[in-house]
């Protein structure tokens, strides 16, 4: 089983990014995306149910990011628009079969993608 996360980059404030998780070996019920700021905890970004493709965000990025996937392709997705320099961070991609805003509650996991929001 392999998360692969790539398209973080350098943006500036206001600008988009569009991140990937590819997913192998498995398909998920629950996919999301996490974040870890400089000498913070990692915490919840958003999350997507594979098959009924309901989601849920955190308030932090309520109406600025959209999670979605593509069954086809088992490959999840996080656009970020709006962006602010205090969504820098590494984010994470994570899979498991229940819904958790916890990290805790996901086995799985991609390695990590740097996003750099600049002023």
């Known amino acids: 089983v392999q998360l692969q996360a790539s398209g973080g980059g350098l943006v500036q404030a206001g600008g988009s990014l569009r991140l990937s998780c590819a997913a192998s070996?498995?398909?998920?019920?629950?996919m999301g995306w996490f974040r870890q700021a400089p000498g913070k905890e990692r915490e919840f970004v958003a999350a997507?149910?594979?098959?009924?493709?309901?989601?849920a965000y955190a308030d932090s990025v309520k109406g600025r990011f959209t999670i979605s996937r593509d069954n086809a392709k088992n490959t999840m997705y996080l656009q970020m628009n709006s962006l602010k320099r205090e969504d820098t961070a590494v984010y994470y991609c994570a899979g498991d079969r229940y819904y958790s805003r916890s990290d805790a509650g996901y086995h799985y996991w991609g390695q990590g993608t740097l996003v750099t929001v600049s002023s």
């Open positions: 070996g498995r398909t998920f019920y629950v």
């Open positions: 997507i149910n594979w098959s009924a493709g309901t989601t």
